[in-house]
């Protein structure tokens, strides 16, 4: 369902959901996905009438605070892809959470409705927050973005009227993440060194000066343009292999600790998945869509199902009467703004 | 027979056991015969399917209860006996059809968005309003000029925007023509949407005489004309929108692959445009009596410059036709009027002075 004409997407990406949901079970029970393709499709018009409205917007401000008068180069364009690029970053987070709302609204355990407390917009307000505040502070401050974000995101998870608790703490992860902070660095040098030098020694093995290649480089023929995407490809590859098990690495240990620091009720999370496994995970997936060009999508999901089947381990049992139908409504309409800024992996 | 009951009030787990009356489906405790439950048949259904899902649960009507059937046994005994639990047992499905009625659907839609937009383009393009092409080209034309010169000899481009707006009406064309000259290379002249053209000193201070400038209006009027210009983006942002439906947005690759695709399209779009804008050109310059011989002596002179023919090297990768197959057929004798009198000629040489 991948290669689809783009309306049909919705009631794919729901029969996919109910294929997947329906193949993973807990204590015997298998997931239920009952969401409607229309409810998505309705999701996607909203968010699209929303930058309609936005769009129109700019173009008020367009016409009556600028006044029609490009100024220092920026036009009309530049005002609308920056206020959209303003807008865009807080409204994904705003959309994860909704998207993540309505896919746990429309998922049953034993009949019963899951679902996620919360509101969506003040995720959206702290996440845009914490990652500007990160990204300002030379991102270390991580493991507190990680950590505040996941608690909103499990704690107001429910099953039922049974609720998820979450009981990390920033702190308590600090020492590993300088510890990545610090070998990330001395990755990505040695890789520039590795990468600087096996260019100069090609160059040189070729016999070339460097004012030669400097004149090749100005007036680039074919041959030089396909040298230098071999040589970018070249360098991508360095840089995976060094820079990407690194992060396998830390991506590997804050998942375990979130998901053995989380539980509903009297049952326990816990997961040992390895930098290994994290790695086959978030690397050949990815290769594996790519390389595929998108056909391979179906073996990424089964990848996915089969490492969360192996690595999500659960003690304890529920006590089944206690776990009561919710009785509040679910959200109508799904995951519009998700869809809009295509974050949304199934 | 293991099939699980949940009431849709709490998590709680039952092991029924299920029998069929006349018009009731009995939920009951196997051990003690105890009924748990009586759906009235009419109010029973199959959520979703069996090729989606592993277990479609069998509901009633308007109750969170389900039961949940894993046994295939127990599901075909039951679909025998209840018309509604018919979903329960796989039916064969002609996956080989369904794959070719799918593929042609998508095969007919793709081609006429594809005809639409290359034959589409073709006719639609001239109804486009003039002030709507004439915004898109001054866009366009602000974001070349940012950081260029614009040479602003008043006789020299008064000059070369009367002989344009000479040709343009002489082909018919309603709205004025204005040409831009940016100071310095590379050799080349280019049309925006909206008859806005846009000339590189170069060209101009290194023509050998001022038919060849003339030839190169000419033919960049043959390009105002026909709409090049706005057919070439309409067309871009139709292929861009035709991609973006077909992989539905998903993949990055494919719509790469895609834009090479369509990068070609407009290549040949591109070779049959410059053709085109040759023979138009010549074809004006002619009907006004002017010499028009400029477009192939200059074409004569890039090849004597460069004469490796690069467009030819490029074959379907070239935006351009084979300079010589150009020479060729816009072959002129030296004859009739020059097309700026001399004092023009002499001010549109010095216009960036």
Not at chain 1, 199 to 204: D, N, S
Not at chain 2, 219 to 224: A, D, F, R
Not at chain 2, 239 to 249: A, N, R, W
Request: proline share 4%; net charge positive.
């Amino acid at each position: 369902m991948l290669v689809t004409l783009g309306w049909s997407r919705f009631w794919g990406r729901t029969n996919i959901r109910r294929y997947v949901w329906s193949h993973l079970a807990i204590l015997g029970d298998r997931f239920e996905y009952r969401g409607r393709g229309r409810e998505l499709l309705i999701g996607f018009l909203l968010a699209l009438l929303l930058v309609a409205v936005w769009i129109g917007l700019m173009w008020l401000v367009w016409l009556y605070v600028f006044h029609e008068k490009p100024a220092a180069s920026f036009g009309m364009f530049d005002l609308f892809s920056l206020s959209v690029a303003l807008i865009g970053f807080p409204l994904a987070y705003v959309g994860h959470y909704a998207g993540l709302r309505y896919k746990l609204s429309r998922t049953r355990w034993r009949g019963i409705r899951c679902g996620m407390a919360g509101s969506a917009w003040s995720y959206g307000a702290l996440a845009t927050g914490l990652h500007f505040a990160n990204a300002t502070t030379a991102y270390l401050l991580t493991p507190l973005v990680s950590v505040s974000l996941a608690r909103p995101r499990i704690s107001n998870t429910r099953v039922g009227t049974l609720p998820f608790l979450f009981a990390g703490r920033a702190g308590d992860i600090y020492g590993r993440y300088i510890g990545y902070y610090f070998l990330n660095i001395v990755a990505w040098i040695v890789a520039g060194i590795a990468v600087f030098a096996a260019v100069g020694g090609t160059i040189e093995s070729l016999g070339i000066s460097s004012d030669d290649f400097l004149k090749l480089l100005s007036k680039p023929s074919l041959n030089t343009v396909l040298l230098v995407l071999v040589l970018a490809f070249a360098a991508y590859i360095v840089f995976g292999l060094l820079i990407l098990p690194l992060r396998c690495w830390w991506q590997a240990y804050l998942m375990r600790y979130l998901v053995t620091h989380s539980r509903a009720g009297n049952v326990l999370f816990t997961t040992a998945i390895t930098t290994r496994q994290m790695w086959g995970f978030l690397v050949l997936n990815y290769l594996i869509v790519l390389l595929t060009l998108g056909i391979g999508w179906p073996w990424v999901m089964h990848r996915t199902m089969k490492l969360i089947s192996a690595q999500l381990w659960i003690y304890g049992e529920p006590n089944g009467q206690e776990i009561r139908q919710p009785t509040d409504r679910s959200p109508g309409y799904g995951e519009g703004l998700l869809d809009m800024f295509d974050v949304s992996g199934v | 027979m293991s099939i699980r009951y949940f009431d849709g009030e709490s998590a709680e787990v039952h092991s029924v056991a299920v029998r069929v009356t006349t018009n009731e489906l009995v939920i009951y405790r196997p051990a003690g015969a105890e009924v748990v439950a009586r759906w009235p048949i009419g109010e029973v259904a199959v959520l979703g399917d069996v090729q989606h899902e592993a277990a479609p649960p069998v509901v009633r009507r308007g109750s969170d209860a389900r039961l949940i059937i894993e046994d295939p046994q127990v599901r075909s005994h039951l679909a025998s006996l209840v018309p509604a639990l018919q979903p329960l047992v796989p039916q064969p499905v002609a996956v080989g059809r369904r794959i070719a009625i799918f593929s042609a659907a998508i095969v007919a839609l793709v081609g006429m968005f594809w005809g639409a937009l290359d034959y589409g383009t073709e006719y639609a393009a001239p109804f486009l309003p003039h002030s709507l092409q004439a915004q898109l080209g001054e866009t366009v034309l602000d974001d070349l000029l940012a950081d260029k010169e614009e040479c602003e000899g008043a006789a020299g481009l008064a000059a070369i925007n009367r002989l344009a707006n000479d040709l343009a009406r002489e082909a018919g064309y309603r709205h004025p023509i204005t040409v831009h000259i940016v100071e310095g290379g590379p050799v080349n002249a280019f049309t925006l949407p909206g008859g806005i053209l846009v000339f590189y000193s170069d060209l101009i201070t290194q023509a050998k005489d001022s038919s060849q400038v003339a030839g190169v209006v000419a033919h960049e009027i043959g390009h105002v004309v026909h709409y090049h210009p706005t057919k070439g983006l309409v067309r871009a942002y139709g292929m861009d929108l035709l991609l973006k439906l077909v992989s539905g947005g998903y993949s990055d690759m494919m719509s790469t692959v895609g834009g090479g695709g369509s990068l070609l399209l407009a290549l040949r779009n591109g070779r049959a445009a410059e053709r085109e804008a040759d023979s138009t050109g010549v074809d004006l310059l002619e009907r006004r009596g002017l010499r028009a011989d400029g477009v192939s002596s200059f074409f004569q002179q890039l090849m004597e410059k460069e004469p490796k023919d690069a467009a030819a090297a490029a074959g379907i990768w070239s935006s351009h036709p084979p300079t010589a197959e150009r020479i060729e057929a816009t072959r002129r004798p030296a004859t009739g009027r020059p097309a700026f009198s001399t004092a023009e000629w002499q001010a549109l040489r010095n216009v960036c002075k």
